[in-house]
Structure formats: C-alpha cells, structure tokens
C-alpha cells in the first residue's frame, strides 16, 4: 500500500545514547516532516524539508538533525538522547506543503 | 501569532447524544483548515479539508462546518466506534500547525 513508513515502530534508549528514525514515502511528495506528540500538547514540528537536499528547522529542533539525501527518505537523529526527548514521533508527507498530508504509523521512543 | 486552540481537551457522551467540538484559529490569509481522527497508537487519519467561509463537509456522523474564525465538527448520533482524538490544522507556510486536540469517548 502507498503511504508514509516509519521505522522502527518501538525503542528505548539510555541517556546519552544516539539513534536515527526512518521515514520513507512512495506517494513522490516533495515536502517531509518530522514531528513529536506529548499528551496535552497535540503536534510539535521538529524539522521539515521542501525537498531533496533540503532541511529546515521547525517549532521544537533543538537536540535534533535532519537529512533529505533521497526524496522518498527523511531521517531524524538524535545525537545524544534525553529522557525530554521521551515522545511518539510522526513522520508525514504532502505533494505542496498546502494539503495532502499523509502521516507514517509513528515510533514510541522511551529515554532512560 | 498564527494559533490554533481547540475545545474541550476531552469530551464524554453516551451513544445517541449528539455533541460538538470547536476549533478556533488565528491565521492571516486561511490556505485550509483541517480535521483528522486519531486513534491511539496510529497516526492522524485525513478526514477533512474546508477552505471558505459557510463551507460544509460529511462523512457518516461527521460535520464539518467552517467560518471565518473557526471551525466546528459535529457529530451525530455517535456511535463508541467514533471514540477518538479529534485533530484540527492549518497549514502555515506549508506547514501544518495543529492544535492540541479533543478527546471524545463514546459509551455504549
């Protein structure tokens, strides 16, 4: 089925340790975001590209890096992780940036 | 600041009462406004796009209405099927600002 796949859907790391999220489209969208759910504070944007080789920072960036090397993938590291990073992390699409967003499954990540 | 604040955080009904949730926004020079459903442990789920003042859209118990302040999801008659977290947003410089959601639970 065409859609958004985010990779891995489940992990838990220790303070300090560092990881990289996996976020692949087959829809050829040019747009990709990156964002994190907390209870009580709905969507946060991290980082978004507006295509390949492109990256740019969202509402909530800090203690995360981006890379767009392919239009169908968008990574989201995390270099060194803290138990604030501890969200469910959405990854989505969208042709223009204006409408057809199509959002991934999601990854729950713990810090300990 | 462009903003986008829903209400209530949570809403509890019995099955049959009919009810609304609010989504209100302070955007310059609307492009959309948007309403997804949210399972728990799933991603948003689109339900709808409106774009113009007096717009209106359906689907099964759902009603989407839209003015120039705000937008309002009615649903009818809900069913416990229906429980969910309800997102709206608005896309800002092609990207989507959401507000923070309603949670609606549905008693049989």
């Known amino acids: 089925n065409a859609g958004v796949t985010q990779t891995p859907k489940f992990r838990v790391l220790k303070t300090g340790q560092s990881m990289t999220l996996l976020c692949a489209q087959d829809m050829n969208h040019e747009y990709m975001y990156w964002y994190r759910q907390d209870p009580g504070m709905g969507l946060r944007l991290i980082h978004y590209s507006v295509g390949e080789g492109t990256t740019a920072k969202g509402e909530v960036p800090d203690g995360y890096n981006v890379s767009r090397l392919k239009k169908q993938n968008f990574l989201l590291g995390l270099e060194s992780a803290a138990p604030s990073q501890t969200s469910v992390y959405f990854c989505?699409?969208?042709?223009?940036?204006?409408?057809?967003?199509?959002f991934g499954s999601g990854t729950r990540l713990t810090v300990v | 600041e462009d903003q986008v604040t829903q209400s209530p955080e949570a809403l509890r009904l019995q099955e049959g009462e009919s009810s609304s949730l609010n989504c209100s926004y302070t955007v310059s020079g609307l492009r959309g406004l948007f309403w997804y459903r949210q399972d728990p442990g799933k991603g948003p789920e689109f339900l709808f796009t409106?774009?113009?003042a007096g717009e209106e859209k359906e689907k099964e118990r759902l009603k989407a209405t839209l003015t120039k302040k705000e937008s309002f999801l009615h649903i009818t008659a809900p069913k416990p099927e229906d429980s969910a977290t309800y997102l709206c947003a608005v896309p800002v410089d092609y990207k989507l600002s959401f507000g923070a959601g309603t949670t609606v639970t549905v008693r049989a």
């Open positions: 989505a699409s969208s042709p223009t940036g204006d409408y057809g967003y199509t």
């Open positions: 409106l774009y113009s």
